[in-house]
């Protein structure tokens, strides 16, 4: 598969990498461990090296998993992982509120380092900016981290181009990791041109809508209890039935170009620059085959522009957090 480096860092990554949360947590009953090792390999031996976790993952879970599979592959892939998070004390599964503290932060990268069966945590993301704590000592934070030897790159979550920038200053950040789809396009105007200036890498997260792009959810579709999916306003069922039209617009694009929706909303994301670096998730082995695809798809000037125009005449209904998760977002 083809490397990408993300913006001015030097840290080179598959084209596509592979988001991991879905096997432990987030979107239904977690995948059994031996499986979810194996489609991490899988995806190894297909030419996959960017992996994405987080210790809240599971909570923990997630970084066993990736930390085995990825072991005998240690020195060929890139790991991703995520502080900013307060376990309640009371309830191990609850984690409600945020924590940059730089001794949190500290205390979070040694329990990595140890799930991840690693010694150094290539890239290492503030998984949601914490108005409790100025950027600037989280930045700080992960900079000494960085000179003792036990982070490579300072990422940020979900941060808006403020917050970028003041991190920046004090520690240069390597990727910014947000969602960003044919489904919620709102990074074009809020930070990608800070990303473009200071030479950012953008990392985005549900690239295919959070499985809605594929085509396989419609109005019908019952999610599982532990799907995160169940709560969000743009997945209730009135909502579905309304987004679907631009699921119609990509699924009529892709049948144009003897491709699968998935395929064609990863293409379109590769397409608009090249410091991007989309993670979809999957815990099966033929959704990893397929999404791997899309890289191969090549969108010209024209197919961009035609697939956009159609797209943004879909008035996408419902939000895309509920509102206890759309406080956290930094914009």
Known sequence: ??????????????????????LSFGLGPATEKSEAIKLIRAAVERGVTFFDTAEVYGPYVNEEVVGEALAPYRKDVVIGTKFGF????????????????PDHIRQVVEGSLKRLKTDAIDL????RVDKNTPIEDTAGAVK???QAGKVKHFGLSEAGAQTIRRAHAVQPVTALQSEYSLFWREPEQSVMPTLEELGVGFVPFSPLGKGFLTGKIDASTKFHSTDFRAIVPRFSEENRKANRALVEVVTKFAQEKNATPAQIALAWLLTKKP??????????????????GGAAIQLTTADVRALEEASSAVNIEGERYPATHAKLIDR
């Open 1 to 22: 598969m083809e490397k990408r480096t993300l913006g001015k860092s030097g840290l080179e990554v598959s084209a596509l990498g592979l988001g991991c949360m879905g």
């Open 86 to 101: 307060q376990p309640d004390p009371n309830n191990d599964n609850k984690w409600t509120s945020t924590n940059s503290r």
């Open 124 to 127: 290492l993301y503030q998984h």
């Open 144 to 146: 000494d981290l960085i």
């Open 275 to 292: 410091w991007i670096v989309p993670i979809p998730g999957t815990t099966k082995l033929s959704r990893l085959e397929e999404n791997l």
